[in-house]
Structure formats: structure tokens, C-alpha cells
Nanobody
Framework: QVQLVESGGGLAKPGGTLTLGCRASESICNFPVMAWDRQAPGAERTWVARITTGGNSYYADSVKDRFTIRRAYNENKMYLQMDSLKPEDTAVYYC?????WGQGTQVIVSS
């Protein structure tokens, strides 16, 4: 069974940067699409970004032009670079392949 493990969460100031990682237990070539979702306190889980094996990336309007998703095939990892962070980006971030989910990593944006 595939395992996904997120890393890189933590506390950042508004305007700051964090980079999240998602390591897979097998080659990420096996996953046509990988994605990040997030769940803010008291809210439903929402989609943030996704990337295909061909490198096509898509973003939610709320993070477009601030977040960058990429795959690192030599590391079996996916990354989410989050720039210009806002307090409303505070959430637990989950990576997934559509059918397999990680446990999540907490991001808090606060001054």
C-alpha cells in the first residue's frame, strides 16, 4: 500500500514562505496526478493545487500566483512552495494521489 508522508509545515509570518514536501513510498511516476488539499479550522477540506506526470499544474484561485507545485522524480517527492503567505492560508495541508492520502502537516500563518 502506498504511503505518503508530508513535511515542512510550521509557523510563518504573513508575507513569508514555507515549502511543504510529500514523500511517497514508491515511484511517483505511478501517479498520474498528485495534489495538495487543505483544511482550515472549522472548515471543509478544499483543493489547493495539483500536478500531472506531464508537469501540468493547476491552482485554486486563492493561491494562484503565490503557490508553486512541483514533482521531484529522483526523490519520489512532491513539493508545494508557498510564498506571500496570508493568515487565511492557516490549515492542515494534505498531499494525495486521489486515492491515497497523507496524514497532513500543520501550517500556521501569524504575526
Amino acid at each position: 500500500q502506498v504511503q505518503l508522508v508530508e513535511s515542512g509545515g510550521g509557523l510563518a509570518k504573513p508575507g513569508g514562505t514555507l515549502t511543504l514536501g510529500c514523500r511517497a513510498s514508491e515511484s511517483i511516476c505511478n501517479f498520474p496526478v498528485m495534489a495538495w488539499d487543505r483544511q482550515a479550522p472549522g472548515a471543509e477540506r478544499t483543493w489547493v493545487a495539483r500536478i500531472t506526470t506531464g508537469g501540468n499544474s493547476y491552482y485554486a484561485d486563492s493561491v494562484k500566483d503565490r503557490f508553486t507545485i512541483r514533482r521531484a522524480y529522483n526523490e519520489n517527492k512532491m513539493y508545494l512552495q508557498m510564498d506571500s503567505l496570508k493568515p487565511e492560508d492557516t490549515a492542515v495541508y494534505y498531499c494525495h494521489t486521489g486515492s491515497c492520502w497523507g496524514q497532513g502537516t500543520q501550517v500556521i500563518v501569524s504575526s
